[in-house]
């Protein structure tokens, strides 16, 4: 399997579908959809390991990327979510150079990190059938971090330039209540502070990847050369189709 990392250096716009519903079968009608991601979040979504794991294995047999989002940046979290199987992590919140640094830390082995060994019980290796996964895992396992604070664009050129984060992803929600703009994402200081870590990350040769506000937003930041992007969520999908089939009806 080519590792998420790999198709993002070739350039072409990786498409994404957040997934906050924690349901296996909603996950498998968007794996079916034809995204190149999704996004499993752990962080604002009711997920917990067994809920993970069940839509890991729903949407297995697709060929999207299945990217989750832990928590917090606590190695335990990084840990279990890797041994789950996951190859593609996102890590909200990395305010600087040495938390990126220690993220890193926590998804490699020792020598090279902290992570615990659990080869012979962990998903993630195949429960022991897999023993290259030991050797391969820092080219198997893409790291992205997202910047979504006042302190991580202030940040965001030691931020990108820290080895082994393989993308960084913009949060346009957060950073705009850091920003002091809460639930005005396209405020023009937003925007403007969107662009200047955009640059920043250009210039350090890392994708950036951002969670587009709309159809419209989306084409936008395709054209501003954005590796991978969201376009909604599972639960927007579900609750708009919901309410335009009612105003269809309803008299």
Sequence with gaps: MTAFKQRLAEGKPLIGLW?????????EICARAGYDWLLFDGEHSP???????AQLQAVAPFPAEAIA????????HIKQYLDLGFNTLLIPMVDSASQAQAVVSACRYPPLGI????????????????????????????VIVQIES????????????TDGVDALFIGPADLAAS?????????????????????AIDAAGKPAGIFALSPDDAARRI???YRFLSIGTDIGL??????????????
């Design 19 to 27: 997934q906050a519903l924690a349901n296996n079968y909603t996950a």
């Design 179 to 199: 920003l002091g703009h809460l639930g005005n994402p396209g405020h023009s200081d937003v925007q403007a502070a969107i662009a200047s870590a955009k640059s």
């Design 223 to 225: 054209a501003e050369g």
């Design 115 to 142: 992570r615990g060994v659990a080869s012979a019980t962990a998903r993630a290796t195949g429960f022991g059938l897999d023993p290259a996964y030991l050797r391969e895992v820092a080219d198997r396992v893409t």
């Design 150 to 161: 006042h302190e991580a664009l202030e940040n965001v050129d030691a931020i990108a330039a």
């Design 69 to 76: 989002r832990v928590p917090t940046a606590d190695p335990v």
């Design 238 to 251: 579900l609750l708009n189709g919901a309410r335009s089939l009612l105003t269809l009806v309803r008299p």
């Design 47 to 53: 997920n917990s390991a067994q809920t993970l794991l």
